[in-house]
């Protein structure tokens, strides 16, 4: 195997001059952000997770920092050789849950009692606690947890003689999925829910049965019931999006069930008063996207009502703000994040548009909040230039950001300038949403390449956040536009499902004539155009080189190529075969392989590399040795680079986000604008 590698210096220098202050690629070790931001009952108080990059073990190293809600007295808290994660506060503020590591022991649940700093490891679990939930007396601590099966082998191998070296015993499936994107082939079992002392102690296993059970958890106000959600069909493992509401009591485990639809119900809030729980769901009709609504039960008559109806947005996230009676919700809105305030008619307030940064590779929407008994509200914010920070809110009054976590690196630095510009479709006059990032030291009067960056998903959205990727192309003298073509999040339920059946479709045209309007300003070199995108956006980049041959060269990364073969052995096989097409394979193979990019292949004349991590069980490496294989016989100039230890984010460790830029870069270097 071959990494056609340029180092970034070189590319950037020989484009916009040596000592010019741009990103470069050793800079990705520098980058941190903040995540998970906990604001204290009172309001008072915001701890989170910081995130830098270890150059020494090439890893994301997460730490917790506490600052006060003003932003003074700005502190690391738990912080070390190990990874310090998911900070809770108690109900009364005075302690932290957390976790971390114990030698021999793996992730526990840890104590911090906040007045002497004492620190006390309360459980001893042989899997990782997830989405705690202090009880309302702060006297127990609710988790998930998995729990592995312990089932009899298929056939029970014979007794090797003493001192044999016998292969390994064979291993036995009979579950889906069986093998998850990250996490590699998975132990059989399933999520239940437990809960330990606060001053440790031997957790109690509250849910039992062959179902996975979810949080958040929500406690009722007495501390004898905890909220939850739950797939509890008998053959759940058909039924990939479906879940109910379900309670559990403490005492003695008795469930109960709150919900029966077709269609998720997820993220349970119980508020302050207990009288009232807000979640999130949708009526299941199997389509490629629905948009989550925020439903209010009342706990007494089980009587439940859709707040968002008549809010064509896709909310993701709610909580009690304060009160009874006051909700916040997360929600996007043309490629923004909002932390709004939704009332009890439905009304809403957007009351924070920053919301993002935490995801550094590319301009994905993302972020989180919590919320103070108070009403304050605490979230990562970002920005195009930024990273995320800590930033603090309240209704009615304007949002601070706390921390400047990467004003020392990229205060630095001369980063492309990001511009929003929107253009109509020229498949049927849609509009859509894109940016554009300009190289530094920018100058209209020139010529520049172009890259065109797409998204995955393909239903998610990119919006003006900070993007390494997309920086790191403009430092090395491209314009980068990256869009929101129709399918994306954000423009309402009917924008997303202008793909539905229909992927790759109309979306090409929607990217096309994104091309076309950057084109018409007049500073892009038309002979320089280069595409590449992954995931969703590998499917649109091998489309694109099948469909027209405008673009120089192109990267497909970690793609969809032949939709049988990826609808059979993808870890999301049980979703993408009922969601995204009307059949099965077999039962309409046509529909699948007019879909496929494969089968553009022999229009195909643009060198096309194939960029995928080694360990994708998402968009599996057999995807791209396919596409690569069959350029190679067409004799089409053709790559295949492989990112080992990678699953589909490909960017996990620092070094491989810088793998995959410059493998991108040098391949585009390969075959500069024709003069």
């Known amino acids: 195997m071959r990494l056609f590698i340029l180092p970034m210096l070189m590319i950037a220098s020989i484009a916009i001059g040596a000592e010019a202050p741009v990103l470069k690629n050793m800079d990705i070790f520098e980058l941190e952000y903040a995540a998970d931001p906990q604001i204290s009952p009172d309001g008072s108080s915001v701890v989170y997770v910081r995130t830098s990059m270890d150059i020494m073990s090439d890893r994301a190293v997460p730490n917790i920092w506490q600052l006060d809600a003003n932003g003074r007295n700005h502190r690391p808290l738990l912080s070390g050789p190990g990874n310090y994660s998911s900070p809770r506060w108690s109900p009364g503020g005075d302690r932290l849950a957390f976790v971390t590591g114990v030698p021999g022991r793996g992730a526990q649940l840890h104590v911090r009692w906040m007045d002497t700093g004492q620190t006390a490891v309360i459980s001893n679990v042989r899997q990782a606690p997830r989405a705690m939930s202090w009880s309302p007396d702060g006297r127990y601590l609710a988790f998930v947890m998995f729990v592995p099966d ?47 002392s606060a001053e440790g102690g031997t957790p109690r296993q509250l849910t039992s049965g062959d179902f996975n059970h979810r949080g958040p958890l929500g406690w009722m106000p007495d501390g004898k019931r905890i909220v939850f959600s739950a797939n509890r069909l008998d053959d759940a493992e058909h039924h990939p999006v479906e879940s109910e509401l379900w309670v559990v009591t403490v005492a003695d485990g008795e469930l109960e069930q709150l919900t029966d639809r077709r269609g998720p119900d997820r993220g349970p809030a119980v508020s302050p008063d207990g009288k009232r729980i807000a979640y999130l769901g949708f009526d299941d ?25 008549g809010f064509d947005r896709d909310v993701d996230d709610v909580q009690w703000a304060g009160s009874s009676s006051r909700l916040l919700v997360r929600y996007e809105d043309r490629g923004r994040t909002h932390i709004g305030r939704l009332a009890m008619n439905g009304e809403v307030e957007s009351l924070a548009t920053d919301v993002g940064g935490t995801s550094i590779g590319r301009p994905y929407n993302s972020g989180s909040f919590s919320v103070a ?32 976590l990467n004003d020392d690196l990229l205060g630095t630095k001369t980063l492309g300038r990001v511009e929003e510009i929107s253009w109509t479709s020229s498949a049927d006059d849609l509009e859509i949403q894109g940016w554009l990032v300009y ?72 990217l096309m004539s994104g091309v076309d309007a950057v084109i018409a300003r007049g500073f892009i070199e038309e002979n320089g155009l280069y595409v590449t995108g992954g995931s969703g956006g590998g499917v649109l980049t091998a489309w694109i080189v099948g469909k027209t041959d405008r673009f120089t060269a192109a990267v497909v990364a970690k793609p969809v190529i032949n939709w049988t073969s990826f609808a059979l052995t993808s870890d999301i096989t049980h979703f993408v075969s009922r969601h995204w097409f009307p059949a099965m394979p077999w039962e309409d193979p046509d529909g699948y392989w007019e879909r496929s990019p494969l089968s553009l292949v022999g229009n195909v004349s643009t060198p096309t590399a194939l960029l995928t991590g080694e360990d994708d069980f998402r968009t599996p490496m057999a995807e791209s040795e396919q596409f690569y294989q069959a350029l190679k016989l067409r004799r089409v100039d053709t790559a295949l680079i492989r990112i080992p230890e990678a699953s589909h984010g490909i960017a996990a460790r620092p070094s491989q986000l810088i793998a995959k830029v410059d493998n991108i870069l040098a391949w585009f270097a390969r075959y500069p604008a024709a003069k």
């Open 439 to 510: 190289p530094p030291g920018f100058d209209a009067e020139k010529q520049y390449p172009l890259i065109l960056e797409i998204h995955g998903g393909p239903h998610t959205a990119y919006g003006p956040h900070f993007s390494a990727e997309a920086q790191l192309y403009a430092a090395a003298g491209y314009v980068v536009l990256y869009a929101n073509p129709r399918g994306s999040t954000s423009y309402g339920e009917a924008f997303s499902l202008e793909i539905h059946h229909n992927y790759p479709g109309q979306d090409y045209d929607d």
């Open 373 to 404: 008994d108070n009403g304050a509200f605490a979230y990562t914010a970002g920005r195009a230039d930024r990273p995320a920070d800590v930033a603090v809110g309240r209704s009615g009054r304007t949002s601070t950001r706390l921390t400047r």
């Open 150 to 196: 312990d089932n009899e082998p298929l056939a029970k191998p014979p007794a090797a003689p003493k001192g044999a070296d016998w292969a390994p015993a064979a291993k036995v499936i009979e579950t889906m999925p069986y093998r998850f994107d990250g996490m590699g082939y998975l132990e059989t079992g399933y999520d239940h829910i437990f809960i330990v």
């Open 285 to 309: 009709k199997q389509l490629a996207w629905r948009s989550a609504d925020v439903y209010v039960m009342d706990v007494d008559t089980r009587e439940t009502r859709n707040l968002t109806a």
